[in-house]
């Protein structure tokens, strides 16, 4: 491929952009997609969430998840960074500590596209026994 | 932080939690002179001066999830570390100026990294602020403005991963052009 330098190549890829979308949209259940929210605060950061977070939406794409990958604060979790929230359609999400690449592709391929709970979730309660 | 592009990301994520609706992040290097500066300039909330004062307390932070704060500290540290500095200018309402310089002859100074990714990672996590990034090497600048990509796009979001690839590579090379690491530190 030539290099890509102007915002004059970039108005040429629009189509291809534009295609890949519709693609999606036309899929078997519109509007379902995974949110994956990835921790990028210093402590984040510093311990690898930058990487992570670009494994994820690399993967994920390419894989053919349908999938939103978004950045977010410190959850508080600082011990255990690089942490990623993901929320699988109609389910509460899970958030999962100690996140390499290595963990990320245990999670795509394990929890997100079977279910299947893997090592490293941080157990968090959003409703307290009170309410 | 293991680079000076991580530190960048890590610095822009307070202008996002201050509201702003524009954010600059300028570098600029100067082998003649030996120096590396980079400026992050946003419009958001801004700061009180008693705060500016603390900001770079690692024991301040806005955060009600911990008590420390460690972003601008290990910025200051390790620009500090090269003989560089640190300092913030911020006025409430108006917006807040961080700029860090560096010594790039020093042999603590980091190197700066992956920076077309990082702006490429923030500008697309971060769709609905727009963003200018100027990059000056010896006299050679590149600038980078969301508002024309956006307009370029139309109605694809900034925010779609091949989007975001697409754009890494349209920083990257353009940086290649203007002769990134003529400092002879790692890029």
Known sequence: MAKIKSLDDLRVMKESFQSKINLREK?????????????????????????????????????????????????????????????LPGQEPVV???????????????????????????????????? | MRDLSLHILDIIQNSVA??????????????????????IKDNGKGMSKEFVK???????TSRTTRKVGLGIPLLKQNAERTGGSLSITSELGKGT??????????????????????IALTVSGNPLINFIYNHNIN???????????????????????SVCRYLKEMIQSNLEEIQIGTFGYKT
């Open chain 1, 27 to 87: 899929g078997e259940n519109p509007g379902s997609h995974v949110q994956i929210k990835v921790a990028m605060a210093t402590c984040g950061i510093a311990s690898g969430a930058k990487t992570v977070m670009e494994f994820m939406m690399e993967e994920l794409e390419k894989r053919g998840i349908e999938s939103v990958v978004t950045q977010t604060g410190c959850m508080g979790y600082c011990y255990a960074e690089p942490t990623i929230e993901v929320k």
């Open chain 2, 97 to 118: 100026i961080l700029e860090a310089t560096f010594i790039p002859s020093n042999i603590d100074c980091l190197s700066l990294g992956d920076i077309a990714g990082v």
């Open chain 2, 139 to 161: 006299g050679n600048l590149y600038t980078f403005n969301t508002k024309e990509v956006k307009e370029i796009l139309e109605g694809i979001s900034i925010a779609e991963p």
């Open chain 1, 96 to 131: 999962f500590g100690y996140v390499d690449t290595k963990k990320a592709d245990e999670i795509i391929e394990k929890y997100i596209k079977n279910g299947e709970l893997v090592e490293g979730i941080i157990p968090m309660n959003y409703e307290t026994i009170d309410n």
């Open chain 2, 54 to 60: 603390i900001a770079t307390d690692p024991y301040t």
């Open chain 2, 18 to 39: 201050a509201n702003a609706s524009l954010i600059e992040i300028s570098i600029h290097e100067d082998v003649e002179k030996d120096l590396l500066k980079i400026t």
